[in-house]
């Protein structure tokens, strides 16, 4: 098992973290089972934070994010993310982690602005939603690192340090350029995903592998090396399948089961100027 704080692996029967130094309560030190988690999502989709309370409704397929703020108290989100919000909350936009930190955000496919709500004379209101239809996870995090697809990072607490990380051809992940976002602290972390999440858990040494275009996030204590589907490249090219990623445990994964890279593909035929023979239907809808 891992520690709950930091998410280093743990010796058998340990009372404490040698890592981190964190000891364990009775309920961190029961062994896990095979199919358990080690992701803290809620299970009910909703809990309290550090001056806010959340819920996500609609789920799994147009999941919306509500959040209610007490007085003064903020919330950081991914710019567009906002739905809706009460008049007295003030949105503030700017760089995370200066110029240097906006460029590689905007390297990295995300925008280079982050937004941060806070509820101004009394208590607000703020419902947030990805682009794309799918579900929206709550993950409590304590400390440990903890990776994300660039294009799932929904929310978070105001506390939570969110950095773009250069990670060379090895986090070149089809789509989603040569960044992925490592966050840690302790509090509320919100992730989308396109379709529904499915959670995979690793044991040490297990190996695992995941079409690149369906990672949402992962647990800082797993390994991944990136290479193609199959041996040789027209194999690889002809089984529909390109960049994989192959994990190893010990770790959780969270696998989003759509893929928003396919259905484009799927789409583009019918779209003019495209290919397709004509245009397809969208052309043509005008008689």
């Given at each position: 098992m891992n520690c709950p704080k930091c998410g280093?692996?743990?010796?058998?029967?340990?009372?404490?973290c040698g890592a981190c130094g964190h000891r364990l309560s009775a309920t961190e030190t029961?062994?896990?089972?095979q199919g358990g988690h080690s992701i803290n999502i809620d299970q009910d989709s909703r809990g309290q934070g550090r001056g806010y309370s959340y819920e996500v409704l609609h789920q799994p397929s147009f999941s919306l994010a509500v959040l209610q703020l007490q007085a003064e108290q903020a919330i950081q989100a991914e710019a567009g993310a906002m739905v809706s919000m009460s008049a007295n909350v003030e949105l503030?936009?700017?760089?995370?982690?200066?110029?240097?930190?906006?460029?590689?955000?905007?390297?990295?496919?995300e925008s280079a602005f982050m937004s941060t709500f806070t509820a101004r004379g009394g208590p607000g209101e703020v419902t947030l939603a990805p682009g794309a239809p799918g579900d929206v996870a709550a993950i409590e995090l304590a400390g440990q690192p903890f990776f994300v697809q660039s294009s799932s990072y929904l929310a978070g607490d105001a506390s939570l340090t969110v950095d773009?990380?250069?990670?060379?051809?090895?986090?070149?992940?089809?789509?989603?350029?040569?960044?992925?976002?490592?966050?840690?602290?302790?509090?509320?972390?919100l992730v989308?995903?396109?379709g529904a999440i499915h959670r995979k858990r690793l044991r040490a040494g297990e190996r695992y592998v995941v079409d690149t275009g369906h990672l949402v996030a992962w647990e800082g204590t797993t390994q991944y090396t990136l290479r193609k589907a199959?041996?040789?490249?027209f194999r690889s090219m002809m089984s529909g399948e390109g960049i994989v990623a192959e994990f190893t445990g010990p770790g959780e994964l969270l696998i989003q089961t759509r893929n928003l890279a396919a259905l484009a593909g799927l789409?583009?035929?019918?779209?003019?100027?495209?290919?397709?023979?004509?245009?397809?239907?969208?052309?043509?809808?005008?008689?």
């Open positions: 280093a692996q743990l010796m058998t029967n340990a009372t404490f029961q062994p896990m089972n503030q936009s700017q760089m995370k982690g200066g110029l240097f930190g906006a460029i590689k955000r905007a390297a990295g496919g773009t990380k250069w990670g060379g051809a090895k986090s070149f992940f089809s789509g989603e350029g040569l960044f992925v976002l490592m966050v840690q602290g302790q509090g509320l972390l989308s995903s396109f199959a041996s040789g490249f789409l583009k035929p019918f779209f003019p100027g495209q290919g397709g023979g004509g245009g397809g239907f969208i052309s043509n809808l005008g008689g």
